[in-house]
């Protein structure tokens, strides 16, 4: 089990679809982050949020929308989106944002796209 | 940016010590060193932290040198369910917030009968 609950753990979408990830957490987390990986890659950062502000975007594209409503919810809404972007989408939360503030992440939404 | 290096993979027997290196030779002064540990499709859970010296918890250890280039990641007596992949991380302090952990390449760690 996890302290970190993302939903939904599965999801299938076609190219045309609009559809969200969701990321929840109740530790009191100050900083979230969302993660893509790809099988047998490790997890390649996409964004992050420090007191519910986006403090980076690692170049990520368009069709990918962070949201982050309040400090204990990030979303992220999907859109056009093209088949190798199919990946194990993981949010992790930390408490501080600080380097010495380890990570805590949900098991991820896996993410097929036809 | 830091970066880290590790074997990308290492085999072992039930009941022996483990000891995975992790090399980060652009470690800045205010970085620690993160260990994590994965399932396949499960996310990253946190295994054990440390700044310099030794950090023992009660499922590992971890021995940081003194010019904290490299550390030592310690697995006592590892079972076959030890068997996952292994990341060492440095983290990059972001100005606006937050701390950029970047994930190195990881070890796949197989423990055997």
């Known amino acids: 089990d996890t302290e970190v609950t993302q939903t939904p753990k599965h999801l299938v979408m076609g190219m045309t679809n609009k559809k969200s990830l969701k990321c929840e957490q109740h530790?009191?987390?100050?900083?979230m982050y969302w993660y893509k990986q790809k099988a047998k890659k490790p997890p390649e950062l996409m964004f992050v949020?420090?007191?519910?502000?986006?403090?980076i975007n690692e170049s990520v594209p368009s069709r990918f929308s962070p949201e982050c409503p309040n400090s204990s919810l990030l979303n992220l809404h999907l859109h056009a989106l093209q088949p190798e972007d199919s990946a194990l989408y993981l949010c992790?939360?930390?408490?501080?944002?600080?380097?010495?503030?380890?990570?805590?992440f949900g098991n991820g939404t896996r993410l097929t796209v036809t | 940016l830091a970066k880290t290096t590790q074997p990308i993979s290492m085999d072992s027997y039930e009941g022996q010590e483990v000891n995975i290196t992790c090399s980060h030779n652009?470690?800045?002064?205010?970085?620690?060193i993160t260990w994590y540990q994965q399932f396949p499709s499960q996310g990253p859970r946190f295994i054990i932290q440390?700044?310099?010296t030794k950090v023992t918890n009660e499922v590992a250890s971890l021995f940081i040198p003194a010019d904290r280039k490299s550390s030592t990641l310690s697995l006592p007596r590892v079972s076959l369910s030890d068997t996952a992949v292994y990341y060492c991380?440095?983290?990059?302090?972001?100005?606006?917030?937050?701390?950029?952990?970047?994930f190195g390449t990881g070890t796949q760690l197989k423990v055997e009968l």
């Open positions: 992790a939360s930390s408490q501080t944002g600080q380097n010495n503030s380890p990570l805590h």
């Open positions: 530790m009191g987390h100050r900083a």
């Open positions: 949020y420090s007191y519910e502000k986006l403090s």
């Open positions: 652009n470690i800045a002064t205010n970085d620690y």
């Open positions: 440390g700044y310099k």
């Open positions: 991380l440095v983290g990059d302090k972001l100005t606006g917030g937050g701390n950029k952990l970047t």
